[in-house]
T-cell receptor, first 111, second 113 residues
Framework: QQPVQSPQAVILREGEDAVINCSSS?????VHWYRQKHGEAPVFLMILLKGGEQKGHEKISASFNEKKQQSSLYLTASQLSYSGTYFCGTETSGGSYIPTFGRGTSLIVHP | EAQVTQNPRYLITVTGKKLTVTCSQN?????MSWYRQDPGLGLRQIYY???????DKGDVPEGYKVSRKEKRNFPLILESPSPNQTSLYFCASSLSTLNNEQFFGPGTRLTVL
């Protein structure tokens, strides 16, 4: 079952912050985050394992709330290069170890 | 260069004409999978493989077949394509259960008329 991402789309100006959420109806083992530029393949950003871990990648970080079965991706001081579609992928306990992806969040950063 | 390759990159075909999309990885990854991407629906998993000769259905397997005879290759077969299989297809691979960052191929855009 696909995780639910919100919002569906975000439009920002350079330097603004954004948060993308990902929630699941099942207990999660891990959460993946990927970014896809138009016409390209998705590219890995980070994986978070259960335990409330927070990770960072440049000015992009994420948290994982195991109890709420949710993860959030934080984009700080957005740059033009952050534009793209962001996907979360979730693994459930006892699953296949291959993530199930959400529908994506389109992020547009304007100058 | 470590990569996942897919062929063809673009394909236009007609209903009912069998086709195969190849996927190959040179990273000695155990896990491989196929996704289709449609506007507004995200990436949906078609089939996955955890090792040679071990495959399993994902969320949308109807109308597709796969095989994993060698570790590096994971072809996607459409025995009788239909217009609703028009989509962008991605193959992905990952090393293991402990390190399962997904490496995606460049994608194959398939149109079935």
């Amino acid at each position: 079952q696909q995780p639910v991402q919100s919002p569906q789309a975000v439009i920002l100006r350079e330097g603004e912050d954004a948060v993308i959420n990902c929630s699941s109806s099942k207990a999660l083992y891990s959460v993946h985050w990927y970014r896809q530029k138009h016409g390209e393949a998705p590219v890995f950003l980070m994986i978070l394992l259960k335990g409330g871990e927070q990770k960072g990648h440049e000015k992009i970080s994420a948290s994982f709330n195991e109890k709420k079965q949710q993860s959030s991706l934080y984009l700080t001081a957005s740059q033009l290069s952050y534009s793209g579609t962001y996907f979360c992928g979730t693994e459930t306990s006892g699953g296949s170890y291959i993530p199930t992806f959400g529908r994506g969040t389109s992020l547009i950063v304007h100058p | 260069e470590a990569q996942v390759t897919q062929n063809p990159r673009y394909l236009i075909t007609v209903t009912g004409k069998k086709l195969t999309v190849t996927c190959s990885q040179n990273m000695n990854h155990e896990y491989m999978s196929w996704y289709r991407q449609d506007p507004g629906l995200g990436l949906r998993q078609i089939y996955y493989s955890m090792n040679v000769e071990v495959t399993d259905k994902g969320d949308v397997p109807e109308g597709y077949k796969v095989s994993r005879k060698e570790k590096r290759n994971f072809p996607l077969i459409l025995e009788s394509p239909s217009p609703n299989q028009t989509s962008l297809y991605f193959c992905a691979s990952s090393l293991s259960t402990l390190n399962n960052e997904q490496f995606f191929g460049p994608g194959t855009r398939l149109t079935v008329l």
